[in-house]
């Protein structure tokens, strides 16, 4: 079993940073794809960004290209997301998620999850 600890949310302005960490304990994580979603009031998940095994491979959804950044440091078995640029559109719950077998950009493709870090961006 996989345990997911995300931090790093808060409230920030548009236009501003926040780094979001994602820690993770329980399995082998320099083995697993690692994604980012989100979800806002009344929506459904939506996939941020995913970085394979080796941090090689990163994928990025439309509306965050450009201004997020996704990375992890296997040794210290986290994942980040680096967001610049906030708009207020970006204010969700954030979540780490290891995915399983299917499309990365799909929620039902990822079998564990943290329990999500709130980011509000203020207009």
């Known amino acids: 079993q996989v345990q997911l600890v995300e931090s790093g949310g808060g409230l920030v302005q548009a236009g501003g940073s926040l780094r979001l960490s994602c820690a993770a304990s329980?399995?082998?994580?320099?083995?697993?794809?690692m994604g980012w979603f989100r979800q806002a009031p009344g929506k459904e998940r939506e996939f941020v960004a995913v970085?394979?095994?080796?941090?090689?491979?990163?994928f990025y959804g439309d509306s965050v290209k450009g201004r997020f950044t996704i990375s992890r440091d296997n040794a210290k078995n986290t994942v980040s997301l680096q967001m610049n640029s906030l708009k207020p559109e970006d204010t969700a719950v954030y979540y780490c998620?290891?995915?399983?077998?299917?499309?990365?950009?799909?929620?039902?493709?990822?079998?564990?999850w943290g329990q999500g870090t709130q980011v509000t961006v203020s207009s």
């Open positions: 329980g399995g082998t994580f320099s083995r697993y794809t």
């Open positions: 970085l394979n095994w080796s941090g090689g491979l990163a």
């Open positions: 998620a290891v995915q399983g077998t299917g499309r990365y950009h799909y929620p039902a493709s990822y079998k564990y």
